[in-house]
């Protein structure tokens, strides 16, 4: 909104020529998520204690966790609040992909927000079966890669290779499964590594800021070029999106740090994942997030590798799945595993990052 208002400005007062400039906005995106988070924080964990919006704990889980039991959870719904306000006031919304990010962030949360009132009205830790969450978040991943190709932006549905600089194979119709793979993959992820405080949130923000870079340098022509990178005209503006995400993610682990006063739930957990998912796919780095979400993986993969030896051998790999748990088991205090995943987080992203030269 901002964009819109002030720029226009500029020929009476050059001052307001800085609302031109994404970096810019991006910045004051991250502020405003930031403060909307804490000025609202407060009053909402209050309204779903008085709401009785209480986290159910489940029974196989580590039995240090049922102190937990009765936290505030749906704490997704501030951080989706700080994010489309931030974006809307600081982006640019004549652009396209700018709504992509929030139609699609919104719908995944929507998606945990089902889940989420139905585990809360039932009392227990079941909410929408898996078959009905994976088809809901297929449609909404096809969707979105549906509107992409029918934008008059020409946008590809190439497939961009870190490190190989001339390997862009165009996937065709085969474009819009994968899409959907990338944003189901993406938001399960994120939803498996929300298991400890302030875990998921604070990846999530090294994600996002790393993202910002991508989708900055994938904006810029000039850049784009000489890092031999996909560009992809208008995606730079999705770079505010990325800032109010960070931002968001900063307001949010305010409150959801050890020891939690609220948890973000599925409405969160699955809002955050599509959202880093969706950004992925925009600036045509979807297999970078491999790396770039390198912990998220480790997560699903943990999931993926106990669940398959347990019905093939009869054996579990781990102690317990997700990864973060086998850690409690071994006695490792929450806070340290917490901070020493988010290192692992950061190691992650940087890699991605090198992923922008070494090709």
């Known amino acids: 909104m901002f964009y819109h208002l002030l720029v226009p400005l500029h020929d009476v007062a050059s001052v307001f ?29 209050r309204t779903l204690r008085r709401l009785s919006v209480g986290q159910n704990i489940r029974e196989v889980g580590p039995e240090s966790h049922q102190v937990k039991a009765g936290t505030p959870t749906m704490g997704g719904l501030l951080i989706l609040l700080a994010l489309v306000v931030s974006t809307l006031l600081w982006a640019n919304l004549a652009n396209p992909f700018v709504w992509i990010a929030v139609v699609v962030t919104s719908l995944f949360g929507l998606i945990g927000f089902a889940d989420d009132f139905i585990k809360v009205r039932r009392g227990r830790n079941l909410g929408l079966t898996a078959r009905h969450k994976l088809f809901l978040q297929v449609v909404v991943g096809a969707a979105a890669a549906l509107v992409l190709r029918s934008l008059p932006l020409g946008f590809e549905s190439t497939l961009s290779f870190p490190f190989l600089k001339g390997l862009a194979p165009d996937l065709g119709w085969l474009y819009v499964p994968f899409v959907a793979l990338v944003l189901v993959g993406a938001s399960n992820a994120v939803n498996l590594t929300d298991g400890l405080d302030g875990l998921a949130i604070g990846s999530t923000l090294i994600a996002a800021a790393t993202y910002a870079v991508f989708t900055y340098v994938a904006g810029h022509k000039g850049v784009a070029t000489y890092l031999q990178v996909s560009a992809v005209p208008g995606v730079g503006e999705v770079s505010v999106f990325c800032g109010a995400l960070v931002g968001a993610s900063l307001g949010f682990l305010w409150f959801n740090g050890h020891p939690a006063q609220v948890f973000m739930g599925d409405v969160g957990s699955l809002a955050l994942g599509g959202a880093i998912g969706m950004v992925a796919v925009l600036c045509k780095q979807e297999l970078v997030l491999v790396l770039v979400g390198g912990l998220f993986v480790l997560e699903a993969l ?58």
């Open 302 to 359: 943990s999931v993926i590798l106990q669940v398959g030896s347990y019905k093939l051998t009869g054996k579990r790999i781990f102690r317990m799945a997700p990864l973060h748990h086998h850690f409690e088991l071994l006695g490792w205090a929450e806070p340290k595993i917490i901070v020493r995943f988010w290192i692992v987080a950061l190691l992650f992203a940087l890699a991605g990052l090198s992923t922008l030269k070494l090709r």
């Open 17 to 45: 020529n800085v609302f031109r400039y994404i970096t810019f906005r991006a910045a004051m995106a991250v502020m405003t998520a930031l403060l909307v988070s804490l000025i609202f924080g407060p009053r909402f964990i």
